[in-house]
Each structure stands twice: as C-alpha cells, then as structure tokens.
C-alpha cells in the first residue's frame, strides 16, 4: 500500500489546496482530505477500468464501515446520500444537511487519509415545484458540505430533463462533481438509447454545462434484485462511445442486484467511474445473509435470513422485523427502518456497533479490491489534486455544440424527434 500517512508535505499540501471552500468554512480544523467529485473521477480515469463506490449512507454504520474499506484499500471513495433517503421527505436519519458532518468527524477520528467526495444523490426533479424549491435546496446542501451532485430530472420528459438541468446548473458551484441522468432506473424496461443521451449531453455542452457522469438506464433496479436481468453491458459500452467526444463518464445504480462479474465487466469495458451501493450495504450493517455482490437472499418463506451474531442483535432485528409487519412493509421497504430504528442502533453495545460497521467494512473492501478495482487510486487522485493546484481542476471537456441549435425552441424541435420507450409509470424512487 501507499497510503498518505497524515502531516506528509503532499497531503498537508492537497489540504490546503484541495478542500473546496464550504468545506474550509465547515471544518476550518479537519484533517479530512474531503474534495470535489471531479477528482474522485479523473483519478478512476487515470487507473483505467476502476470504478468508485458511492456508498448510500443510510446508517452511520454504512458510512464508518466504507471509510475504514477506503483507507485498508487505499482507495478514493464517494459517500452520498438521495432525495428519497435523505431530502425534505427522508426515510434515513442521514441526510444532505448532516452527512458532511459525519463525514468529516468520522474522517478525523479513524484518521483516514484518503480523498472522500460527498455527493448528492438523485436530487429529483418532477416538477416545476421541485424546480422553485431546487433554487432554495441546492445551495443549502452545499453550505452544508457537499461537493457534488446528481441532478436527476429523468423522471421528465427529453426536453424538460434538459431544460431543468440548464436552468438548475446556476445553483451548483462550477467546481463541483455534476452528474446527469437519461431514463430511470425500471430494469430492463424503458432502456436508455444513444439518441436520448446525446440529447441531453449536446444540450447541456451547448449551454457550458459539463457532466463529470451520465448515468442510464441499462438494466438495473433500485433496492433488492428479483432476478438476475441486471446491468446490459454492450448497451452501456455503446452510450458510452457515443459520448466520448463530450468525456462524459458513467454513473452505474442498481450495483446491488448485479453478479461480481457483471459489475468486473462493466468496469473494463464501459467508461464507467462510478457505481451506486445502497440496499446492500444497508442490508449488511444489519447482519442480513446477502450473496457475494449484496443482494440479499430470502428463505423458502420469502423472509430476510439473518446471520446469528452478526449485526444488529437478534432481539433488535426481531423488533425491527415486528415494527415493518405492523406497518405493512415489503421487502423493499424495509429501508424505511432506518430512521426509526437509527437511534436505537446507535444505543447499542460498542461490541455490536464494531461488528455492524466491519461487516460493511469487509464487503466494501473485497468490492474495492477484486472487483470495482479502485484500489490504489487514492494516491491518484491525491495527485491530481496537487497537479490542478486547486480544489477545481476543471471541466474535462470544452464546448463543443453551438449554443445557437440548442435555443429552448429548438430543443423542443429535436426532442419531438427522438423516438423512445419510457417504459411503465410508476414510482421508480431509488
């Protein structure tokens, strides 16, 4: 390993000048290496065929078992956290206002050294109501710490995806990670073509707006996988060519419900530098049975299987367990227990709160080092840092499209075009 010991000169130095400022207003003190999202991706690019995980910290356990996974493997890492999980309506005690902050002090006390990027996740958009109530939210998750986003306004139709993204860009510091989203997230329905993509990566480029990621629909689903459709790799690979002349990388969700190889696939293939965790790792922290990429397997009578002394105790889970029957949750809303049960869980044992965060910890890891193959990349992104000489180094990609195709009324004239498939309607929120 080659990791940078704390008090180094090139990470006091990537300190100085790679924390962005919200973050040196926050944490005036930290020796917490928290940078933009731009970096973690061009230091994934410059490894090649490595992807980070953006790990959904949905608990504090999640997110102190990822860090201590980043530090073991030298590794950059993105914590983030959604609109569903953590906005205005969360379902998690996490959220855009906090998870800096526990970021940061989590940072500091495990002394990890790696650089960390805090990334708003899905920051959805359906409405022009979200659009009025963006201008205010945005720069308030930002005051509080982000250095990223993702806005995400696939929920509309072509045109008013675009035109969202555009007129929400103002809102967001030029230094910041940005990533962008082309049809949501429905499996293997509703797929993602180059069409809809170069659409929404020609408009933006036109109006200087420039993604760090795209992320598509190629297959995958939010929460816990039914079956094993999963990521289309070729369809991916081919957006992605597409798309090379705007260096625009992937975004992968749905990690959860894919096979290793599948995710090992997407990593050498595609040009993919990101890759969203969520279900799974919440399933873990709480000491759920899940096969080797975190989907979490269910008994004969269609109930989670949980590991005896492993996470939560098994008078917690029972609790919890009671808690989602009484209220009627699915499977796939047991997500909804983090937030009532977040406290609790933080009341525990210290021996029971270890064993949930190492478990995360250990599955990050083998993640990170046999499959996502991020790593190593730590001392990568350290040093763009230190070779941008700031906390921006820029977009990776100039203007290209003329601002003059892409006026409002020609891009209602070019999406009336593109012919495609939404797929179903329905709630299809991470």
């Given amino acids: 390993m080659s990791q940078q010991a704390t008090g180094s000169a090139e990470f006091e130095n990537a300190l ?12 005036p003190h930290s020796k917490a290496l928290i940078v ?14 490595a992807i980070c995980i953006a790990s959904n910290g949905r608990n504090y356990f999640v997110i102190r078992g990822a860090l201590m996974a980043a530090q073991r493997a030298d590794s950059a890492l993105i914590v983030e956290i959604a609109k569903s999980e953590g906005g205005a309506a969360a379902y998690c005690a996490v959220n855009y206002w906090n998870i800096a902050r526990i970021v940061d002090a989590l940072m500091n006390e495990l002394n990890i050294t790696v650089p960390v990027a805090i990334h708003a996740d899905h920051y959805g958009i359906k409405s022009d109501a979200d659009i009025e109530k963006a201008r205010i ?45 082309v049809g949501e997230i429905k499996g293997s329905q509703g797929l993602s073509t180059q069409e809809e993509a170069l659409f ?33 790799v070729e369809l991916t690979a081919d957006i992605h060519k597409a798309l090379e002349p705007y260096k625009v990388s992937g975004a992968q969700h749905g990690t959860s419900g894919n096979s290793s190889d599948r995710l090992r696939a997407i990593a050498q293939t595609t040009r993919t530098t990101k890759a969203n965790v969520a279900t799974g790792l919440q399933m873990i922290s709480w000491g759920l049975e899940v096969n080797d990429y975190g989907n979490a397997i269910l008994d ?41 049960f977040e406290n609790k869980l933080l009341g525990q044992p ?31 992104v350290l040093n763009e840092v230190l070779n941008a000489g700031s906390y921006d180094p820029g ?36």
């Fill in 200 to 232: 929404l990566i020609k408009g933006l480029n036109a109006h200087g707006v420039f993604p760090d990621w795209i992320a598509l629909n190629n297959g995958t689903t939010h929460g816990i996988e039914a079956g094993d459709a999963g990521i289309q």
């Fill in 137 to 181: 939210e945005i720069p308030s998750m930002f005051d509080a710490g982000m250095t990223s986003i993702a806005v995400d306004a696939s929920h509309l139709p072509d045109e008013q995806n675009l035109l969202a993204s555009i007129e929400l860009n103002k809102y967001i510091p030029d230094w910041a990670g940005l990533e962008t989203e």
């Fill in 16 to 27: 100085k000048i790679g924390r962005p400022p919200n973050i040196i207003k926050l944490f």
């Fill in 395 to 430: 977009p990776k990609v100039e203007r290209i499209e003329s601002p003059d195709a892409w006026t409002p009324e020609k891009i209602h004239e070019k999406a009336a075009l593109i012919d495609s498939d939404k797929g179903p309607e329905g709630d299809f929120e991470d």
């Fill in 350 to 380: 210290a021996e029971i709160r270890e064993r949930m965060a190492r478990r995360v910890e250990d599955f990050v890891y083998n993640m990170m080092i046999n499959v996502l193959n991020s790593g190593g990349t730590a001392p990568l």
């Fill in 36 to 49: 933009s999202g731009r970096f973690i991706d061009r230091g994934m690019i410059q490894k090649g065929g």
């Fill in 300 to 340: 004969d009578d269609g109930n989670f299987r949980k590991v005896k002394n492993e996470g939560v105790t098994e008078e917690i889970w029972a609790e919890m367990v009671a808690y989602a029957e009484s209220r009627g949750l699915k499977k796939g809303d047991y997500k909804k227990l983090n937030l009532p």
